[in-house]
């Protein structure tokens, strides 16, 4: 593997997106070429005009249709061996990135998750509504499909480009999540979890997920489970 994709959701992220790129362009890759993607989901409040600065492609939605469409776009898009997706704030570092690479590059996985809740120190940066959210929907992730991860509903998943060009992605919105969740596993994909560091932000700052989104979660489970592909 010689490439990693970086794939950024953008929406409406005027006041973090450029300190997030920067962190992004100075990571190290262990040793990847590494291609960014920006896909914006159609931003109203002058994050476009942060484009004209950066290199990188960016791919601009027409109308606004939600993080999955985004990334649905980006896959597609995508020419790296590895993909990895991040948020364009500033709740996930892309530090970590160097704690997910290695179990792909040494064959010991094919899809990676960096678990927010498999490090202790991160629980005061949930939300209460938000951390009991995350947790149930794991929970029933697990009950589902036999397995014991502990975040499901991560921003940070690295997976193998095979693994995204084979799973066709549907939702839209954040239910993004355990759609890709489900199908990875159904196809046979490895699935391992590190530990990443997170730093929560409040609706105030622009944190956009929402109760309607964990129950919107749930059905997306129980659909992809018994009732679709």
Known sequence: MKKITVLIPVYNEL???LQLLKKVET??????????IIIDDYSTDGTRELYKEIPYKVILHEYNQGKGAALRTGFKA??????????ADLEYNPEDYNLMLPLILEDKADVVFGSRLANKENL???????LIA?????????????????????????LKKEYADKVEITSNRFDFEPEITVKVLKAGARLKEVPISYNGR????????????????????????????
Request: with cysteine.
């Open 124 to 130: 005061k940066n949930f939300l209460p509504l938000s």
């Open 27 to 36: 990571t190290d890759y262990c040793g990847l070429e590494k291609e960014i």
């Open 78 to 87: 995508a020419t790296g061996d590895i993909i990895i997706i991040q948020d």
């Open 134 to 158: 995350n947790k149930t929907l794991t929970f029933i992730t697990n009950i589902l499909f036999n397995v014991k991860l502990t975040d499901m509903e991560t921003c940070f998943k690295a």
């Open 202 to 229: 409040i609706y105030d700052e622009g944190k956009k997920v929402t109760w309607k989104d964990g129950l919107h979660a749930i059905l997306v489970l129980f659909k992809f489970k018994f009732f679709s592909k």
């Open 15 to 17: 006041n973090t997106f």
